[in-house]
Every structure is written in C-alpha cells, then in structure tokens.
C-alpha cells in the first residue's frame, strides 16, 4: 500500500494478529477498517467502540490540513476531529476502507478514548503501550 502523504510504500507491521501499515518515512498509519476494532477487542475495549464510531460518523473538520486520499480507493478522505487539546485531525475514507494517522496521532486518539471513561485498570494503558511496543521500536532507529 501506498502511503497517502510521502507516496512511499508503507511496510506492514503484524503484531498479535492486527496488521497495520506503517510509513517508515512519514511515521504514519494506516488501519483497514476492522483493525482498530480488533486492537480495541485486543485490548479490553470493545465497550470504547461507540466512542470511535462517534469520531468517525461526526461531520467533517475544518481544517487548512491537505485533503488525503485513501491508498485503498484513491478517493479523498474525510478530515475528522478527536477531542483533546489541541484538536488531532485523523483522515477517514468515506467508504469506510480506513483511516489514516499522521506520527503520533494513534497514539493521542487511545489516549482520548482511554480518558473518556477512565478505565479501572488502566487498561487504555494497555493500548497505548501495544502502540509503544509497535513503533517504538522502529522509531528509535
Ligand atoms: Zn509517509
Ligand atoms: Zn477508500
């Protein structure tokens, strides 16, 4: 797959059965639809799902952030706003293929659903070190 901002090819990293592509150049990620529901089933958080569909069904951002089109369909996709200060834009094809996260973005949007109910055991922790274990990794090469 093509990596939607560089236009390099994104290498796939699989880690406990969700595969993810991964733009070394960009630091990017892009997720098939599916494989963030299983990384939250993976870890404990189908019960955050409805917050995720929140953010994916919500009307489109304003933003001065370049359109992206999405390396499965080539069709642009929809500038969509996760909470937080500030404000992460994360781009959601239309056609439910995916969504794509800049360097840094998975990261913020598991922190946000992870706030959002506050979970006893800290387990949106869990998510976010699932992340950390992925990329970091490549990220301190
Ligand atoms: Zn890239
Ligand atoms: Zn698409």
């Not at 963030?36 to 409805?50: D, I, T, Y």
């Not at 929140?54 to 304003?62: G, V, W």
């Not at 834009?89 to 794509?100: A, Q, Y």
Request: glycine share 10%; with cysteine.
């Amino acid at each position: 797959m093509i990596c939607p901002v560089c236009k390099y090819d994104m290498i796939v990293v699989e880690y406990r059965n969700i595969e993810l592509d991964y733009c070394n150049s960009c630091k990017g990620v892009w997720f098939d639809s599916g494989e963030l529901e299983l990384l939250l089933k993976s870890q404990g958080l189908e019960e955050r799902k409805a917050s995720f569909d929140n953010i994916i069904n919500s009307q489109e951002a304003a933003s001065a952030e370049k359109k992206r089109n999405c390396p499965s369909c080539g069709r642009k996709m929809k500038k969509t706003a996760i909470g937080g200060q500030p404000k992460t834009l994360i781009d959601v094809c239309r056609d439910k293929h995916g969504l794509w996260f800049d360097g840094g973005e998975v990261a913020q949007l598991m922190r946000h659903l992870a706030g959002e109910h506050p979970p006893k055991d800290d387990s949106g922790g869990h998510v976010v070190n699932f992340l950390e274990e992925v990329f970091g990794a490549s990220e301190s090469k």
